[in-house]
């Protein structure tokens, strides 16, 4: 499970916390149900109007991606291909038809069953880059709901601010010394909105939008190892030369981890 997302929130929301009491004010003085009613829902649901329904559903996926195992390891990929490519040289391309059962990444396994198929290889990299984009398409359209939402829950929270000023002046008495002496407890409760509003966008919604980005990039690029991958063992390149290869494409921190391999 990957906790990075969630500790890293509660980091930022309790140094907050932290620098309020610490400039002498109290937490308590920050929860305004009103305020949280004016900024926290309104967001939401010109998230649910902005977008369809399906995709708005689809929220609580996300957070699983946030919090789960990240599948997406470059190593792992990179061990693959070279398998495929060993097999392939020494049984066939043909070889790989029967390999792809026992694959269970859907874009590998499509991947060695063109080759087996004797597909064209532009054919084979346009079919690949092709669910590539749609992927990417697909992914976009999660991360936008961030996005936006980044952007509508300050928008939100400079509105409610407004709604608290109006209220404020229009009740407002200069007669009557309680009035004045409340002036600056309501100018407070005011502001408040405008807090809420920055720390939802800072503290959640711009978070997880970069997360999003990161995971599908991660995932981009061992598809992208596949893609490489897949061409050059059709191709017939010794496996020796396609571990070489992919060496000198990763990181140096994943080098030494195939520095023990040997091939015939």
């Not at 009613?37 to 649901?45: D, E, K, N, W, Y």
């Not at 990240?70 to 097999?87: C, F, G, R, S, T």
């Not at 390999?99 to 859907?106: H, L, P, R, V, Y």
């Not at 995932?219 to 290869?245: A, F, Y």
Request: proline share 5%.
């Amino acid at each position: 499970m990957d906790l990075g997302s969630p500790i890293g929130m509660l980091v930022a929301v309790a140094a907050i916390l932290a620098g309020i009491i610490i400039l002498g004010g109290n937490i308590l003085d920050f929860i305004d149900p009103a305020s949280i009613m004016l900024v926290v829902i309104p967001p939401l649901g010109a998230l649910f109007a902005a977008f369809p329904l399906k995709q708005m559903l689809k929220m609580p996926k996300h957070v699983g991606i946030l919090l789960g195992r990240q599948k997406y390891d470059p190593i792992h990929y990179v061990n693959i291909m070279v398998e495929l490519a060993e097999k392939a040289r020494s049984q066939g391309l043909l070889a790989l038809e029967s390999e792809a059962d026992n694959i269970e990444d859907k874009f590998i396994k499509n991947a060695a069953l063109m080759i087996a198929d004797a597909v064209e290889p532009e054919a084979v990299e346009d079919r690949l880059y092709s669910a590539m984009d749609a992927m990417t398409l697909r992914h976009s359209q999660a991360w936008a709901i961030y996005d936006k939402g980044a952007s509508f829950a300050p928008a939100f929270g400079m509105l409610a601010t407004v709604i608290s000023l109006v209220n404020m002046l229009m009740n407002l008495d200069f007669a009557d010394a309680g009035g004045v002496a409340a002036l600056g407890v309501n100018m407070s409760a005011a502001l408040i909105t405008t807090f809420y509003g920055s720390l939802m966008a800072n503290a959640f919604f711009l978070p997880v939008a970069t997360k999003l980005r990161a995971v599908h990039q991660k995932e981009i690029d061992c598809k992208n190892i596949v893609v490489v991958g897949i061409l050059t063992i059709q191709k017939g390149v010794n496996p020796k030369v396609v571990k070489e290869m992919f060496i000198e494409r990763l990181d140096p921190q994943y080098a030494a981890k195939f520095a023990d391999a040997s091939y015939d």
